[in-house]
């Protein structure tokens, strides 16, 4: 994992993983490559946010 989140990498492995490009596994390793530290699921608003090691968000998106 790199200390810099890469905003445009993350969303582009989001985009093939749901294409269906990449397994769980691949793309849990992808967005660690670019910088992804954690992620959080929220059930009330139906979201993902990312978040770099510095805690700073690089992508939020709605599901479902």
Known sequence: ???VGDRS???EQL???GEG???YVE???A???AGV???SFDAERLGI???DSAGLVLVSEAVG
């Open 49 to 51: 946010t990312y978040y």
């Open 15 to 17: 985009r093939l993983h």
């Open 27 to 29: 793309i849990s390793w």
């Open 31 to 33: 967005l660690a490559a």
């Open 21 to 23: 490009v990449s397994s």
């Open 9 to 11: 990498v993350v969303v």
């Open 37 to 39: 530290a954690k992620w």
């Open 1 to 3: 994992m790199t200390s």
